[in-house]
């Protein structure tokens, strides 16, 4: 197990690691069964072609998707020395 | 489909499947190949449903203050953390392994952060705080605190309350509070969601034909 953070470890202006996600159809899909969000405006290409609710004629990537990025930053950052996030 | 003068809805499904996209597409059976938990092999994945859209409550008709606590329960198991972490994906073995969890300073397998989307989505299927839902449904920010871990065995219940709505550049917000609470009343994850949605349930209708609905 890595270092335990401290207050005093932690300083303004630290970098974290980056990270870095593909995303496709199916990664979406994925990201849909897993949340049971199957808003079609991320599931159903076919109907985001006429819906465009973005303006777009495709489907777009959950916004907790996008979410889970910053989330993901944090937890491989804090979750294995024991930190929990409090507040997003 | 047709709608009647009182908005009831009527759509004869052998005839006209969302004018058989569905079945062009197959964009269900994808989602399908997913479907490993016990809950997803149970939930609907068609949003899109005539029988589920005339329940969902439309922008025009919340009610600011209106407080209510969902009737369906969320029981959390393993396989649901599990299946939220790889849907992300997330492959940090905290979300997958309890020994590795217990041995990182965790009393249990760790839930993703975010765990509680799918504890929403799973429980909010009509009325009162069904905007989630909504085809055309936007989410411009939600600010989410966390309270508690959520722990396999724990019986999760849903409050919420509509907190705002307003009209802004055409475009039709609200705003509610959700609170996750466990069996033993302790809360767990408090959020505060916004979403942009479409106007009424003719504004919604529209968008289950595929038109473009937002600023009806």
Sequence with gaps: ?88 | MVVDQDGNIAIDFVKCRYNDWEVKMGYLEEMAKYHKTQKQKQFGSDFLKAEEVKDYEFWDKIEIGEESEVPVKFEVKAEDMMAYAEGVPDDNPLFYDEAYAKKCGHDGLVAHPLFGTQVAFFVLRKGHGSWIRTPGARNPGQIIEWHDPIRVGDILTMKLRGYDKWIKRGKYYMRYLREVYDQNGKLKIRGYGTLILPKTKEDVLRFVRGEHALEA
């Design chain 1, 1 to 88: 197990m890595a270092k335990k953070l401290t207050f005093e470890s932690v300083n303004c202006g630290d970098v974290l690691p980056e990270v870095k996600q593909h995303i496709d159809q199916e990664t979406i899909w994925k990201h849909a069964a897993g949340s049971f969000d199957y808003n079609p405006v991320h599931t159903n290409p076919e109907w985001c072609k006429t819906a465009q609710v973005f303006g777009l004629p495709v489907p777009v990537q959950h916004g907790n998707q996008t979410m889970s990025l910053m989330c993901k930053v944090i937890t491989n950052w804090a979750y294995p020395v024991g930190g929990r996030m409090m507040r997003m």
